[in-house]
């Protein structure tokens, strides 16, 4: 057998041909070409070899990939791919039970050291000099100093999730996503439908036909009902919305805590009901939630967003966090990502704000930095309504940034955006042409509509207020002058470390992404109807302790009709 070094498959995998640059699938006689042009020809019946094993192998890998790309099913529609997803959880389940035993296993060997050293510490310290007296206790002193509290804080730090992790990072690729949590909750609700059955009788788990005895009997908590309730609204489907709000009203009025809170509910409820006409009943409804409203501490959004850069008022839930993954990820089997694949760490999820680690190199940064210095100046912003460049008053950071204003639509410096600026274009060095195409084979979004790469600088004091990256509706030309759309998407590279401050805050749902060099974020603007989503509202903190270099690419609408395609839903 011929041994190949594996060092070939990047290079040789990685070739693009003319006809998969036009999109066209690989074949096998494509693989051919590609390796013909990787290695010259030999007369040696040995590269022969070496040629038809490497072929082989590729192929081999090819055909795994094609079908890896059918694993999903829709696990919603058979109670026989879903008892395999119960198999799946008993086996996590194992996992995650050994993990705890290792983890109590490892802090019951920290607990005994700790007690151990308590007892002789207590006694030494009663009279030092006479414990240290005794050869054998200074001895034992300088071994314990020098080598057992290294043992100790290796044990303390040694990870015991690794094998939990890995289960579970395999185990992931098999589980239902959102269309089968989606098509199980309508399943629920038609059957509520069919059998004519309270919300109640399900919510309590005791449907026809189920006894009481039954050990799988199970109930719906205020989350449940809740997630009915807006899987039915995101339908406009306000009768069901209204069915089950209502539930979720209940058990809370009952003292079920839950992580849901009251005006969330009432909001839904009060609207739904007035989509159905009942006029007087969600006037009810919207009296309860002023009054609810009256009861909570509501801060205004500066205070919300200076709590947040100080690392206070997140609102991650420990089961929404349980939801929120790494993996690596190749973009739907991206020719240049499949021996490659780049890792990806969900930051937050509503809205989905991802992380890229490891997505830029030193290099690459050093080279931005050193072609945005010489034109770093006062950032400025858009303004909407006549679509020039103005300073912006409130972003503090270097080129002083410019930002849309509001009223004359041109792009002025920003007051509340401290900081200076720069702006790349991808024809003025090959690493910018290489980021743009990063970024796009990453997303699968077109760059070539999307604004030149923006390059910014924070001081101390740095910031960028709270604001909006695309327009909204009452600023109707806020891009006019580029013909390009509305901002759909943000890319937003961290070019170094800060110290203290400096996170990306989102007021709204209490989100906070710090600074970490060489990773980049990144989330969508706009909905796939075209519609803003409100819950990307963001702020840079103020720099407290050091130097923050950002950049960021805004993509635009036009030409990703066919990459993201639009949907009729308002909220889709």
């Not at 790309?69 to 879903?82: P, Q, R, Y």
């Not at 509501?298 to 993954?325: A, N």
């Not at 990256?469 to 009452?474: A, I, S, Y």
């Amino acid at each position: 057998s011929i041994v190949f070094p594996l060092w070939i498959f990047p290079h040789f995998c990685c070739e693009r041909t003319a006809e998969e640059r036009e999109g066209k699938k690989l074949t096998k006689q494509h693989f051919s070409i590609l390796f013909y042009r990787l290695i010259p020809e030999r007369n040696s019946s040995v590269w022969n070899r070496i040629k038809m094993g490497v072929m082989s192998v590729c192929c081999i890998l090819l055909i795994f990939l094609l079908k890896s790309s059918s694993a999903h099913n829709d696990f919603f529609t058979s109670i026989g791919h879903m008892t395999d997803l119960l198999f799946t959880e008993k086996d996590l389940v194992t996992s995650l039970k050994d993990y705890i035993k290792a983890e109590e296993s490892k802090l019951e060997q920290v607990k005994q050291w700790a007690e151990k050293l308590d007892v002789l510490t207590s006694t030494a310290t009663q009279d030092p000099e006479g414990f240290l007296g005794h050869p054998v206790n200074a001895f034992k002193l300088m071994k314990r100093l020098n080598t057992e509290w290294g043992e100790v804080e290796d044990l303390v730090l040694k990870d015991m999730s690794d094998g939990f992790i890995s289960n579970l990072t395999i185990q992931r690729q098999y589980f239902p996503n959102d269309e089968d949590q989606n098509g199980a909750a309508k399943a629920l609700l038609r059957l509520q439908d069919t059998y004519q059955l309270d919300t109640q009788t399900i919510s309590s788990g005791n449907l026809p036909g189920v006894t009481t005895g039954l050990p799988f009997k199970n109930t719906l908590t205020v989350e449940d009902c809740f997630e009915l309730g807006k899987i039915a609204y995101s339908d406009a489907d306000y009768y069901h919305t209204e069915l089950w709000m209502v539930q979720a009203l209940k058990q809370l009025d009952e003292g079920e805590e839950s992580s849901v809170d009251i005006v969330t509910v009432l909001d839904y409820l009060s609207y739904s009901v007035y989509q159905q006409g009942e006029l007087e009943r969600a006037l009810e409804y919207t009296k309860r939630l002023l009054t609810e409203v009256g009861k909570m501490e509501y801060l205004p959004e500066k205070r919300k967003y200076e709590k947040l850069c100080r690392g206070e008022g997140l609102r991650m839930t420990p089961r929404r966090q349980s939801r929120l993954f790494c993996r690596y990820y190749n973009n739907n089997r991206h020719p240049f990502y499949m021996l490659g694949p780049v890792k990806q760490e969900d930051e937050w999820d509503r809205p989905r704000i991802i992380r890229y680690h490891e997505i830029i190199t030193e290099k690459e940064m050093e080279k931005v930095k050193e072609l945005a210095k010489p034109r770093l100046r006062r950032a400025t912003i858009s303004n909407p309504i006549t679509g020039v460049l103005e300073t912006a008053q409130y972003r503090i950071s270097k080129r002083r940034a410019t930002v849309h204003d509001p009223q004359t639509g041109k792009l002025t410096t920003a007051q509340y955006r401290v900081s200076k600026s720069a702006w790349l274009a991808a024809y003025e060095h090959p690493v910018v042409d290489h980021i743009n195409q990063r970024i796009e084979d990453i997303t699968g979004l077109d760059v070539k509509t999307a604004e030149e790469l923006q390059v910014a600088n924070y001081g101390v004091g740095g910031q960028y207020e709270p604001h909006f990256d695309f327009g909204r509706k009452d600023e109707p030309d806020a891009f006019k002058e580029l013909g390009t759309g509305n901002r759909i998407a943000t890319w937003l590279f961290y070019m170094s470390d800060v110290s203290a401050g400096g996170a990306t805050v989102f007021p709204e749902v209490g989100a906070a992404v710090k600074p970490m060099k060489g990773t980049a974020v990144f989330w969508y603007n706009l909905f796939p109807s075209g519609e803003g989503d409100y819950s990307t509202r963001h702020a840079a903190c103020p720099v407290l302790v050091g130097n923050k270099w950002v950049s960021n690419k805004w993509i635009h609408e036009r030409g990703q009709e066919f990459r993201r395609p639009c949907s009729l839903k308002e909220t889709d």
